[in-house]
Every structure is written in structure tokens, then in C-alpha cells.
């Protein structure tokens, strides 16, 4: 089978499910919400089959294909390349899969424009695929700058009452980081292109670029501004604190799929440019900037978890949530050493799996009571078993409880981080360590605010709100929301029992990258081990 050809057809089938929902939109609602789920389990089947066939501990890139734009007679090498590593093969494929969860929770709440929102919805899916994917700066950059666009008519057209302004205030964010990012992103192109030994050829290619600066690094001091304008686009969209205020009321505002969908994988393309530019093309760079960002992660961890645990709508209580747990994902990947980067990469799998479930749960809720408000809630579980025991798994994996995937991604980030400590130079070890201690912190912080929301939610004496002076006790979960749920919870349990079979995939590509950063930290491995050693010798003395 030519996987290159079947990964272009995955990434493209989203883009035709759309036209096709857009031309069956006279015929009604029901042709277009069975189309949209056709084409979303269409989409993560293909996705199966090329996780299925990629190689584990396999070196290099799976299904490329390259197909050339612009060539050697304009001076301009951009190409239409996709291809598959161990950094992107498990986002692509949580894309899909989290598009057909969004579907089945859209399937009665969404009653208006139907046929355009499913079409938003498979837009937005295919732009995510083409980010994860492209293997070139151009493609790259058209994907992520198009996955603004569909998000943003779902916010502002299916949102709540402020959607509007939260629609502007995020692509107004988004928008202005990306251009930064563009910038930066030239300047790496024009610094390779400028090699003397070079063609001088303008190249676009990511896997090229990477290379090239291997060989020839940009000085420290132009890498520093790249990695600025690099890290404005990231940073908001991941988002770290203190670019992080888009991120609650976008999440409040936004329908349950768009909520859905912007947790579980949109934020995962900012740590996924970190890793796939920063980290690997400025090394001396992201040493410098470690400290800062290891800071800005902790900070976010603890800020985050604070300010959940004083909120009052369960939607912004799990907002909050994620903006903790990406501070684990970024104290991961900047830890640099081989267990934090692996935690981290997993972590942003996992975040994508127990924060997409808790938010498509809310939205259920939702429909059901018409509030998120915690304090007209109690008891649920007698009323609704299904629901509180996928409440329960999901909140259980986000805290990270071990045997589930949450403590496969959490326990190795802790353990790179004290690695951190251990290993760096003498002027940064306390602080590397107290980063470490605080983020340990962060974890029961989290335990606490979702353990209080269960408690209040679904435990103790039964209150649901009333409507207009009547009062109807609500359905349990239907198939269509337990089948919405269902992938998620294998995951929760496979990821957490055996978490070697996703490391084993990714390992190869994350080896080469944190390889290329470690050989430009202050001190060598080496070094670092035996300084760490000889601290330790001294303390027991």
C-alpha cells in the first residue's frame, strides 16, 4: 500500500466532507449530520491504518511525499510535503478521533445553520491534520494560520452570549503571535539560504532546514530574536501564562465540540512548534531561554490551579485546568533531557483525551440543565450513573491517578524535571529544583479542584435545577454519547497500562531532537552528572 498517497487522502477528506455537507445542506439535517459522522469515521479509520503500519523504533519519517510548487528555475524550493514522525503521528491521530467525538456531542445541540457548523467542524479537523503533517515552512504556516478561521465562526456564531467578543479576542491573539511566528520562521530560511557552501536557493523544507542548521547554527545572539518571534506565536498558543486570557472565555463561549476540539488538540500545535522549531532548530537559543520558560510553566501551573479552584461555572473551572496542565506539558519539554521530553510529548496526548472527554461531559450536562453553574448540582450519580462514571475516569486520568494515562504522562516530566535539577550547572540547580518541588505542588493542587467539582457535582444529597417550576430527572448517557466517550476511556486505560507502545514510536524522532539541544547546554552531560555527583558526595559528608 503506497502510505504517502493514503496520508495525503487523510488530510484531504475532511476539506472534501465539507464541500459535500455544504452541497446536501438543502436536503435537512439529517443527511448532514450523517455525512459529517461518515466522513469523521472515515477519517479516523485512515488514521488507524497508518498508525497501525508506522514503525515503531523506526528511524526517520513515514508516508512523505513531496510534491514541487516552486523549483530550482524561481530560486524558491516550496513544496506540497507531508509526512509522518514520532512527533506528530499521535496528534494526527488524536485529531481524528476527537472529530468523531465532537460530532456525536453536536448531534441535538446544534439545531441551527447545521450543515455550516459540520462543515467548520471538518475544516477545522483538516487544518489540524495538515499542521501536524506538513514538511514544509509555507504549508505549515497556510494550516496553522487556517485553523483560526473555523474556530472562529464556531465561537462567534454557535457560542453563548458574549461569542462575539470572544471570537475577536482570540483570532486577535492568535493572529498577531502567528505573524511573529512567520517572521521568525523567514529569517531561518534566509540565514540557511545565505550558507556559502549553500545553492542559495531559498529552501522551505522543514527536515532540510533542520539539517542545515545542524551543520551551520545561526550565532546565538540572531538566534535569540528567532526564537522571540518563534515563541510569540507558541507561547500564545499553547497559551503559557501570562498570554493565556484568550483561553477561558474562548472556552466558555465556544459550543461543546469547539470546546472540545480547542483543548484536546489546537493548544497542542503551539508545544508542538516549540518542539518542532525551537528545541530543534535554536539550540543555543533554547538554552537561554530554559530558565525563563521553565518559570513561565510553574507559574502557569500554580496560577492555574488557584484560580480553578474559586470558580463557580464548571466550563471555566476545566478552562483553568488546562492552562495548569500545559504548564506540565512545557515544563516537560523544557526540562531537555530524554525522560521530560517524552513525558511532555505524551502529556499533550493524554491532556487531549481527559480535558476533550470533561468538556464534551459539561456540554452533556448542559444540555440537559441548561447551567454549568456548580452550586445547582448534587447527587447526580443516583440520577445519571453513566455520566458520573465517565465523569469520574476522565477527572481521575486528568489528576493523573497511576494505571491511567494522566500518571504515564506526569510521572516522567516530574522525573526530567529533578533530572534538571540534578544535572545542571551549580548557579541553576536550586532553582531547577524548587521549579521541580513547586510543580510536585501543582499536582495535589490539581487532585483538589477536580475532586471538589465531582464531590459537589455528583456526590451527597440530590439537587438538579428546575425549569419554569418543573422538574423532570434527566437521562442517563445515550449510545450516542457513551459511543462520543467510549474511544477516549480505552485510551485513558491503554496509555496508562502500556504506555511503551506510543514512547516506542515516538523516541526516535524525540532522541534526535533533544540530542541536538543537550550538545549546546552550558555544560556537557558529562560534566553535569559528575558535578551533580560530587554535590551529592559533599552533602552527605
Request: hydrophobic share 55%.
Amino acid at each position: 500500500m503506497d502510505y504517502s498517497r493514503l496520508l495525503v487522502f487523510t488530510i484531504l477528506l475532511p476539506f472534501f466532507g465539507a464541500m459535500l455537507i455544504w452541497a446536501l445542506a438543502p436536503i435537512g439535517r439529517q443527511a448532514v449530520r450523517a455525512t459529517a459522522l461518515g466522513v469523521s469515521l472515515a477519517t479516523f479509520v485512515l488514521a488507524c491504518i497508518l498508525a497501525a503500519n508506522f514503525p515503531a523504533g523506526g528511524e526517520g519519517e513515514f508516508a512523505v511525499i513531496a510534491h514541487q510548487w516552486l523549483g530550482a528555475e524561481s530560486g524558491v524550493n516550496v513544496q506540497f510535503a507531508v509526512g509522518l514522525d514520532g512527533l506528530s503521528l499521535w496528534l494526527f491521530c488524536l485529531s481524528s478521533l476527537l472529530l468523531v467525538s465532537s460530532v456525536l456531542v453536536s448531534w441535538e445541540a446544534i439545531q441551527e445553520r447545521s450543515s455550516l457548523f459540520y462543515a467548520m467542524l471538518l475544516l477545522l479537523t483538516g487544518g489540524c491534520l495538515g499542521v501536524f503533517a506538513a514538511r514544509d515552512i509555507i504549508l505549515f504556516y497556510i494550516f496553522f494560520e487556517f485553523t483560526l478561521l473555523p474556530l472562529f465562526f464556531l465561537i462567534g456564531i454557535w457560542g453563548s452570549e458574549e461569542r462575539r467578543y470572544a471570537a475577536v479576542k482570540f483570532f486577535l491573539f492568535t493572529f498577531a503571535g502567528s505573524v511573529l511566528t512567520f517572521l521568525g520562521l523567514l529569517a531561518i530560511v534566509f540565514w540557511v539560504a545565505g550558507d556559502p557552501v549553500g545553492t542559495g536557493e531559498l529552501n522551505f523544507s522543514i527536515p532540510d532546514l533542520t539539517a542545515a542548521l545542524e551543520s551551520r547554527p545561526m550565532p546565538p545572539s540572531l538566534q535569540l530574536w528567532v526564537f522571540f518571534g518563534l515563541f510569540a506565536g507558541f507561547a500564545i498558543k499553547v497559551p503559557l501564562f501570562p498570554l493565556h486570557t484568550w483561553l477561558p472565555l474562548a472556552h466558555v463561549q465556544a459550543p461543546t465540540a469547539g470546546s472540545v476540539f480547542l483543548a484536546g488538540v489546537l493548544l497542542k500545535i503551539g508545544t508542538y512548534g516549540f518542539v518542532r522549531f525551537n528545541i530543534a532548530m535554536l539550540p543555543d537559543a533554547t538554552s537561554s531561554f530554559v530558565p525563563v520558560i521553565l518559570w513561565l510553566a510553574v507559574i502557569g501551573i500554580i496560577y492555574g490551579a488557584m484560580v480553578a479552584l474559586v470558580q463557580t461555572d464548571m466550563k471555566r473551572l476545566i478552562a483553568y485546568s488546562s492552562v495548569s496542565h500545559l504548564g506540565f506539558v512545557m515544563l516537560g519539554l523544557f526540562a531537555l533531557n530524554r525522560i521530560g521530553v517524552l513525558g511532555g510529548t505524551l502529556q499533550m496526548v493524554n491532556h487531549g483525551i481527559s480535558t476533550g472527554a470533561l468538556f464534551a461531559l459539561v456540554g452533556m450536562l448542559y444540555e440537559r440543565y441548561h447551567t454549568r453553574e456548580i452550586r445547582a448540582f448534587g447527587g447526580l450519580a443516583r440520577r445519571t450513573p453513566w455520566l458520573a462514571f465517565f465523569f469520574l475516569l476522565f477527572t481521575f486520568s486528568s489528576i493523573g491517578l497511576p494505571g491511567l494515562n494522566g500518571f504515564a504522562g506526569e510521572f516522567p516530566i516530574l522525573l526530567g524535571m529533578f533530572q534538571a535539577a540534578w544535572t545542571a550547572p551549580e548557579a541553576w540547580s536550586a532553582q531547577y529544583l524548587t521549579i521541580a518541588v513547586l510543580a510536585v505542588f501543582g499536582v495535589v493542587l490539581g487532585a483538589w479542584y477536580m475532586l471538589w467539582l465531582v464531590q459537589r457535582v455528583f456526590f451527597g444529597p440530590v439537587k438538579e435545577p428546575h425549569h419554569g417550576g418543573d422538574h423532570h430527572p434527566a437521562a442517563d448517557l445515550s449510545w450516542r454519547e457513551v459511543s462520543a466517550l467510549a474511544p477516549l476511556a480505552v485510551l485513558v486505560f491503554w496509555i496508562g497500562l502500556w504506555p511503551g507502545f506510543f514512547l516506542d514510536r515516538m523516541t526516535p524522532t524525540l532522541d534526535r531532537t533533544v540530542a541536538e539541544s543537550l550538545d549546546h547546554q552550558p555544560a556537557d552531560e558529562a560534566e553535569q552528572l559528575a558535578s551533580g555527583s560530587a554535590r551529592a558526595i559533599d552533602a552527605a559528608d
